[in-house]
């Protein structure tokens, strides 16, 4: 059975930093597209950042330069190191896969963890 | 970046109503659009890949058409676990991009 876990959220001061991890069972990370949502409190579903197989990654707009996606392949664990945070990256951040063999998009995800930037 | 505009941002309905809610993309994305369910404190959940295809264990009432920019989702008799907030989410390119929601309410 596919499971992700996430973990690493909490309150955390402006200009902070934070590591997100998300723990995947069921599928070997490095083979899939994963992929980091989040969604700021009462507002909707942001894609903040994605990591392919072949290790390509991309970033929104509103994190560039600031956040980075990585994955440990020895761990299926995928990571989402947050710098220079601002009161803006409040969210629930959710880690995502997707089956690309199946066709599917980000179909299976996390339970999601709060992060909470403020002084 | 392709921007999706989602309408209506909200509307209220009755059960057994049928349901529309549309997506725009600011681009051509042929037809690599799904749509997600949400409910509060929950994860999203998958309903529809590439435009018009149910996932597996999605009730048969949940539809999607459309290619290109216009895309749409239709619920044919609303039931009352459907109340939820509704995303589409384009994936045809690096960056994901989701539109802005539709939550339905109870009228």
């Known amino acids: 059975e596919v499971q992700l876990v996430e973990s690493g959220g909490g309150l955390i001061q402006p200009g902070g930093s934070l590591r997100l991890s998300c723990a995947a069972t069921?599928?070997?990370?490095?083979?899939?597209?994963m992929s980091w949502v989040r969604q700021a409190p009462g507002r909707g579903l942001e894609w903040v950042s994605g990591?392919?197989?072949?290790?390509?990654?991309d970033y929104a707009d509103s994190v560039e330069g600031r956040f980075t996606i990585s994955r440990d392949n020895s761990k299926d664990t995928l990571y989402l190191q947050m710098d220079s945070l601002g009161a803006e990256d409040t969210a629930v951040y959710y880690c995502?896969?997707?089956?690309?063999?199946?066709?599917?998009?980000?179909?299976?995800w996390g339970q999601g963890t709060l992060v909470t930037v403020s002084s | 970046a392709i921007q999706m505009t989602q309408s209506p941002s909200s509307l209220s309905a009755s059960v057994g109503d049928r349901v529309t809610i549309t997506c725009r993309a600011s681009q051509g994305i042929r037809n690599d659009l799904a749509w997600y369910q949400q409910k509060p404190g929950k994860a999203p959940k998958l309903l529809i890949y590439?435009?018009?295809s149910l996932q597996s264990g999605v009730p048969s009432r949940f539809s999607g058409s459309g290619s290109g920019t216009d895309f749409t989702l239709t619920i044919s008799s609303l039931q009352p676990e459907d109340f939820a907030t509704y995303y589409c989410l384009q994936d045809h390119n690096y960056s994901l991009s989701f539109g802005g929601g539709t939550k339905v309410e109870f009228k």
């Open positions: 069921g599928f070997t990370v490095s083979s899939n597209y």
């Open positions: 990591i392919y197989s072949g290790g390509i990654t």
């Open positions: 995502a896969r997707a089956d690309i063999v199946a066709g599917l998009p980000l179909v299976n």
């Open positions: 590439a435009a018009s």
